[in-house]
């Protein structure tokens, strides 16, 4: 799979040592990687199965992979109907 240099980072926040924080690019062929701290004011494909970018806000930063509010207020939805499901177990289904 060929991924062309100008690309929407598709990021996932994760850790480097104990608590310093990146956001780096999940896609194949890509290392591009920045600070948690400069993410905001950048835009992110979004992790909810659709194809959107989304423009990093301070919510988002809390994320650990960004969705836009569409994908969101679909996953509250599913949330509400698998309740009854305990948290760990619908995480592995997202
Ligand atoms: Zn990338
Ligand atoms: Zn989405």
Request: glycine letters at 4%; proline letters at 4%; aromatic letters at 4%.
């Given at each position: 799979?060929?991924?062309?240099?100008?690309?929407?980072?598709?990021?996932?926040?994760?850790?480097?040592?104990?608590?310093?924080?990146?956001?780096?690019c999940?896609?194949?062929?890509c290392?591009?990687y920045?600070?948690?701290t400069?993410?905001?004011?950048?835009?992110?494909?979004?992790?909810g199965?659709c194809?959107?970018a989304?423009?990093?806000d301070?919510?988002?930063s809390?994320?650990?992979?960004?969705?836009?509010?569409?994908?969101?207020e679909?996953?509250?939805?599913?949330?509400?109907?698998?309740?009854s499901?305990?948290?760990?177990?619908?995480?592995e289904?997202?």
């Open positions: 799979m060929k991924v062309k240099n100008k690309h929407v980072h598709k990021y996932e926040k994760t850790k480097i040592g104990d608590n310093y924080e990146v956001y780096k999940a896609l194949p062929g290392t591009h920045i600070a948690a400069l993410i905001i004011g950048r835009l992110s494909l979004c992790w199965g194809q959107n989304v423009l990093m301070n919510s988002l809390k994320m650990k992979r960004p969705i836009c509010d569409d994908c969101k679909l996953r509250r939805k599913q949330r509400e109907l698998l309740r499901i305990p948290e760990e177990t619908t995480n289904m997202l």
